[in-house]
Nanobody
Framework: QVQLVESGGGLVQAGGSLRLSCAGSILSLNAMAWYRQGPGKQRDLVAIITSSGSTNYVESVKGRFTISRDNAKNTLYLQMNSLKPEDTAVYYC????????WGQGTQVTVSS
């Protein structure tokens, strides 16, 4: 059974940085993405990376977030810099398009 395990979240002040990781046995085979769900909001796409390494970002995180992958380690990353309070959310990794199951996510809280 495929599992997605996110980690690396935490509490950080505005302007700070965090690096999220996601481990999963089939990450190297697929286009992958990070998603996030803020308090009282729907889950939204944040960043995409194809199997060949091409990336795309939603406008609100461009220039601040970097998605990357290590196919040899079946691991997906999200480097988040210049964090803002509005980045507060539970962050999830998944395929792109998303598959029918989700991991537990990792909480990111940015204080002002």
């Amino acid at each position: 059974q495929v599992q997605l395990v996110e980690s690396g979240g935490g509490l950080v002040q505005a302007g700070g940085s965090l690096r999220l990781s996601c481990a999963g046995s089939i990450l190297s085979l697929n286009a992958m993405a990070w998603y996030r769900q803020g308090p009282g909001k729907q889950r939204d796409l944040v960043a995409i990376i194809t199997s060949s390494g091409s990336t795309n970002y939603v406008e609100s995180v461009k220039g601040r977030f970097t998605i990357s992958r290590d196919n040899a380690k079946n691991t997906l990353y999200l480097q988040m810099n210049s964090l803002k309070p509005e980045d507060t959310a539970v962050y999830y990794c998944n395929g792109y398009p998303a598959w029918g199951f989700w991991g537990q996510g990792t909480q990111v809280t940015v204080s002002s």
